[in-house]
């Protein structure tokens, strides 16, 4: 499976007339804050993109399922006996998958997906897991399905990273990245900087809802390195897994340590890194010294940062200033658009 800067491998939209009035049913699992926060731009934004959402699942609220439409406050019922039988129940075009991270196994993420392939349903996540992971053999299963696969809220909050090699950059070659990925260890930095504690820091992104499920997973440079995976396994074909990516969090480093660099006039920042080698990808997530010139070091809080180097198009770049679960709703809410217009 070639990566997607190489080959474009979905299908060519219809015209506007056969197309764009179709109406888009979808199956959300999961309904945290990303799911609400979609459901109200979905709302918001009907009368001129006509999706519905037939079901959603929980694992700690249960099913509601509503042929006609569910609304923001769903009445949610009895739990569905399997992923299986609520995507069977919902009757939906798209499974949007909204789960929290694994970055260990990428699962159930990724057996919902595969679930939704089965039924011929095109899927849509904003979990990165599924991509870190598994991103070849769900592609290739999509495509032997004839569905679609979209995923641009798993790196960057829904900043466009997929689309715009998708659609933007025709023959462009992707040699390596490089990115400001994580915003927890920031903000354990910053709080530092700042005179305070390490687990000050970690309590204040937590107090933000930026952490991963397990704020270790943040600290210890997971959620790094399986960001690093899915960016790998999408733009250069490395077939990797987060275990593969070379991973040191920021878990140890001190106030004094961070004071000391502050000092010299630098700052720390967790960096990701992958480039095609001879050899093959390398990849690596480091807390790095930084000097605060450096544009790495120029994205505070939660604001992050990729720069891509490429073969056609030399080196440039995207930033995220301060995103929120809207941005990475809205993330979702293109990939619906893009799968709804190929329709």
């Not at 009368?47 to 037939?54: D, G, L, N, Q």
């Not at 260990?104 to 039924?119: D, M, N, Q, V, Y």
């Not at 709080?191 to 991963?212: D, Q, V, Y």
């Not at 960096?271 to 994205?299: M, N």
């Amino acid at each position: 499976m070639r990566s997607i800067a190489r080959r474009n491998r979905f299908r060519p939209a219809h015209s506007p007339e056969q197309g764009y009035n179709t109406r888009l049913k979808l199956a959300l699992i999961g309904y945290g804050n990303v799911g609400r926060a979609l459901m109200r731009l979905l709302i918001r934004k009907r009368r001129e993109f006509p999706f519905t959402v037939t079901g959603i699942h929980t694992r700690s609220h249960g099913t509601a399922l509503r042929a006609a439409g569910l609304g923001a406050n769903p009445a949610f019922g009895p739990p569905a006996a399997s992923i299986g039988e609520f995507l069977d129940a919902a009757d939906a075009d798209t499974a949007v998958e909204l789960t929290t991270l694994d970055p260990s196994t990428g699962e159930p993420a990724i057996s919902h997906i595969r679930a939704a392939f089965a039924r011929g349903m095109h899927a849509v996540t904003a979990n990165k897991g599924p991509i870190a992971h598994a991103f070849a053999s769900l592609s290739e299963q999509a495509e032997n399905a004839g569905v679609g696969f979209r995923f641009e809220s798993t790196v960057m909050d829904g900043t466009p990273i997929f689309s715009v090699w998708r659609h933007n950059l025709p023959g462009v070659e992707v040699m390596g990245f490089t990115g400001a990925l994580n915003s927890t260890s920031k903000i354990v930095v910053e709080t530092m900087e700042r005179g305070g504690s390490f687990e000050e820091g970690l309590a204040a992104a937590r107090a933000m809802g930026i952490t991963e499920g397990d704020g270790a997973f943040d600290i210890e440079g997971w959620d790094s390195a399986a960001k690093t995976a899915a960016l790998a396994n999408v733009l250069l074909d490395a077939r990797t897994t987060p275990q593969q990516v070379s991973t040191r969090g920021i878990g140890h480093l001190t106030p004094e340590r961070i004071a000391e660099i502050n000092r010299a006039g630098k700052t720390v920042r967790l960096i990701s890194r992958g480039r095609r080698t001879a050899k093959g990808v390398s990849l690596r997530v480091r807390a790095e010294v930084l000097d605060r010139s450096d544009i790495l070091a120029c994205t505070p809080g939660t604001s992050n940062l990729i720069l891509f180097d490429t073969d056609l198009m030399g080196t440039f770049g995207t930033v995220s200033i301060e995103p929120r679960v809207e941005q990475t709703a809205y993330g979702v809410f293109s990939d619906l658009v893009d799968l709804w217009r190929h329709l």
